[in-house]
């Protein structure tokens, strides 16, 4: 909901911070700094687009700033559109089958044509050529990416204002505020089918006029391509209004604030399924016999694509919309002042009050709120607030100096103590100490207790129902009879299953342990080069999951979560609960190092370079007291299996800039390591690549009004393709760590008048 081009700059705290913060700054803080001291009017326009000619994206601003005796005024609005990559457009993601590439087949057995499991156990599926029915072969599978959207194509109109002025020399005020509309549509394949796994499973009775087999049909699946596929249409609009007035008084520096937020959203999703009406249309004759005085209409299931006509289609399509709004309003009080003077100079004070009042509230139509779609989540109203009220205090103390100040120890203090509406009072302290050694070397120390509170939606979702990905240890024959859950082999071609997850609002804070040691080093014979080495430790408890991988695995291997998971009298999964809960522990250990070096200007330009390399040494999760601990450092697992995603042991980048006069110019290298995954349907691992990318600008200013620049460049220059992920169900990749586009070319054109 922030534009860009409004943000003067990034501010990164790698340490935790939840006694200065509040919740979620367990691992450190991101503060985004919008501009304020802009003067005079910009135009920019940006314009990419892929090597493939897809993805095209443009941005249009329009900045102005101005200054008057007693304050200042800033005002930014910007237009941004990005167009669509469909799945079938990447050679890593138009093909859902990964054998060719060590992966397994990911097909959806939802086909076409009808695909039907009769009671004596044989599958069958009817063939386009003949029209009959013949066995199921390996290969009759639907393609899904034929119809997905990857990069899914948006819009987003932002404006971004600010406003201050001093009353006098010691109170002045600033106001803030921004607006944010959004909208995007995404594809997804026609709605499937799986009359068995459905919370209300929907048999096809024996005399439905359109069942060529004369007896019930519990498994029919079904790929709706006489429906168009699915689209997700989700619009939105964010709010935000801040006021600040602050002050000096008697040597104190003070701050009062206010903040609010409002953020609406709704979501579409068009061609999904009436379920009752589908049960309807394919149970007894004597429920739906032709065009009945309530409408119902006998549905044929069992023809090739195209058979569902019409008058049936008509009778089975619906959409599902949702509506939601969050909001936060906050008052805030600040201040700071030296208290005292010690020997070593004086010690800075801080503290604050903060008065929090938070809420959430999603609203689904009443056929999703009754579990009555087919090809969407079906969901429970989601309502929740809460009000939260904390005080902290900071304090820098300087403990010791050498004569001539070149060598010196400070202590950084502070304490936060926060009470919460819906889960009671937690305290988290911070101690931190700076050693100045010489002039070149800095080290630093901190220890710190964080907290991270419930979202709303953790704590107050509904019941929500979805067919998840899960990997099921039933399916592998050598797993049944050995594992205490696998008592027969499961069926091989599901990797979808019914899973329920939702809110509980008896969870408690995760609370976490934060250790920090870093060196910074600064040497005199090489001006403009500085190295940084950081260390952190971070354990956490009381992690708040809702794995239904983890509650599988569990129940197969050790008969554990009997009530969460569900099985058919032929061993299929049927029903997965997972609701959100309190397990186990998180541990993160690591490095950051950060190196930065500006060469003095010469004949050629200005060149400096930055390297940053981060490194995760450990990433352990223990779900309960009972289970092992299972590390995940350099490892992926798909978040649509309840996975923690891609986490590569090496990240890095390395960037060269320069200058010269009026142009400008980068190269810029990005590394992610290795990763290991599990194929899916299997036991077997594998390795997947590590990735470079290189990305290339150069600008001119040119000495027309107050400057006109023009910037091109390539994203990925050497066109390098995300790395194939077997275990990824979305474009078998990992979206949140690689990128699909390929080779991204762009202009950029800034007027300053």
């Known amino acids: 909901s922030i534009a860009p081009a409004a943000v003067e700059r990034i501010e990164i705290l790698k340490d935790g911070a939840s006694a200065i913060y509040g919740s979620d700054a367990i691992a450190g803080v991101i503060n985004i700094i919008m501009k304020e001291d802009f003067y ?51 050679n890593v993601s138009r093909d859902a089958d990964g054998r060719l590439r ?226 936060l309003v906050v008052y805030s009080l600040n201040a700071t002042r030296s208290l005292w003077e010690l020997p070593y100079g004086p010690v800075d004070f801080a503290f604050g009050l903060e008065y929090r009042d938070e809420s959430t509230e999603k609203r689904p139509s009443n056929l999703i709120s009754g579990l009555g779609t087919i090809g969407g989540t079906n969901f429970e109203p989601t309502s929740g607030n809460r009000e939260v009220r904390e005080i902290y205090g900071e304090s820098i103390t300087p403990v010791w100096h050498s004569v001539d100040k070149q060598q010196k120890l400070d202590i950084e203090a502070a304490i936060r103590w926060s009470d919460y509406s819906d889960f009671g009072t937690t305290t988290n302290p911070k101690i931190g100490l700076r050693y100045q050694a010489t002039s070149q070397w800095l080290l630093r120390a901190t220890y710190s207790e964080g907290f991270r509170a419930p979202t709303l939606n953790e704590l107050y979702q509904g019941a929500s129902e979805d067919q998840a990905f899960i990997s099921d240890p039933c399916i592998l024959p050598e797993n049944v009879g050995v594992l205490t859950g696998c008592d027969q082999l499961a069926d091989t071609t599901r990797n979808q299953y019914l899973t329920v997850t939702g809110g509980n609002s008896k969870l408690e804070e995760e609370k976490a342990q934060t250790w920090g040691l870093g060196v910074v080093w600064t040497p005199s014979e090489y001006p403009g080069l500085r190295l940084s080495v950081d260390y952190f430790d971070i354990d956490t408890e009381n992690v708040v999951d809702s794995s239904a991988q983890f509650i599988v695995n569990q129940n197969a291997s050790k008969g554990l979560f009997a009530d969460r998971v569900s099985r058919d009298d032929t061993g299929n999964l049927q029903l997965v609960t997972a609701t959100n809960l309190n397990v186990g522990e998180r541990r993160v250990k690591g490095m950051d190092v950060t190196l930065d070096y500006q060469l003095p200007y010469r004949a050629w330009g200005q060149w400096s370079t930055a390297l940053n390399l981060a490194y995760i040494d450990e990433y352990s999760i223990q779900l309960d007291a009972g289970s092992r601990t299972i590390e995940l450092a350099g490892t992926f697992i798909d978040p649509a299996s309840e996975g923690a995603g891609g986490i590569p042991e090496w990240k890095g980048s390395l960037g060269i800039q320069w200058a010269k006069q009026r142009w400008r110019g980068s190269y810029d290298i990005h590394f992610v390591g290795e990763l290991e995954e599990e194929v899916p349907s299997s036991t077997r691992t594998r390795e997947i690549d590590s990735w470079i990318v290189h990305d290339l600008q150069l600008s001119y200013v040119f000495n027309i009004l107050n400057g006109l620049r023009i910037s091109m460049g390539v994203d990925n220059l050497l066109d390098e393709e995300a790395p194939f992920a077997a275990s990824a169900f979305n474009d078998n990749m990992d979206g949140r760590t690689h990128d699909l586009r390929g080779r991204f070319w762009y202009a950029k054109f800034s007027q300053r008048i």
């Open 102 to 327: 060590g992966g397994a087949d990911l097909r959806s057995s939802a086909t076409p044509s009808a695909r039907v499991t009769l009671p004596d156990g044989d599958t069958v599926i009817l063939d386009d050529q003949s029209g009959q029915y013949r066995p199921v072969e390996a290969n009759d599978l639907f393609n899904y990416p034929d119809f997905t959207s990857s990069l899914v194509p948006s819009e987003r109109d932002f404006f971004y204002g600010s406003a201050s002025y001093d009353f006098s020399e010691k109170i002045a005020i600033t106001l803030e505020a921004s607006y944010t509309d959004t909208s995007s549509e995404a594809k997804l394949a026609p709605t499937p089918i799986f009359t068995a796994f459905e919370q209300n499973p929907i048999p096809v009775a024996a005399d439905n006029i359109y069942n060529p087999f004369g007896v019930e049909v519990i498994d029919l699946r079904r790929r709706m391509l006489e429906l168009p596929a699915r689209r997700q249409q989700n619009k939105s609009d964010v709010s935000r209004f801040t006021g600040i007035l602050d002050g000096l008084h008697q040597g104190w520096s003070w701050e009062f604030a206010y903040n609010f937020s409002r953020s609406k959203a709704k979501e579409s999703l068009n061609g999904l399924i009436n379920a009752e009406n589908l049960r309807r249309g394919v149970g007894p004759a004597d429920n739906c016999q032709g065009a009945s005085t309530d409408g119902c209409v006998p549905i044929n299931l069992f023809g090739p694509s195209g058979s569902v006509g019409t008058q049936q289609l008509d009778y089975l399509r619906i959409a599902g919309k949702v509506k939601g709004e969050s909001e």
């Open 40 to 90: 005079g009017l910009l135009a920019e326009q940006f314009y990419g687009s892929t090597e493939d000619g897809d993805g095209e994206t443009s941005t249009t601003t329009v900045q102005y700033g101005t200054g008057f005796k007693h304050g200042s005024l800033f005002m930014s609005a910007s237009h941004f559109d990005q167009q669509e990559i469909a799945a079938r457009d990447r």
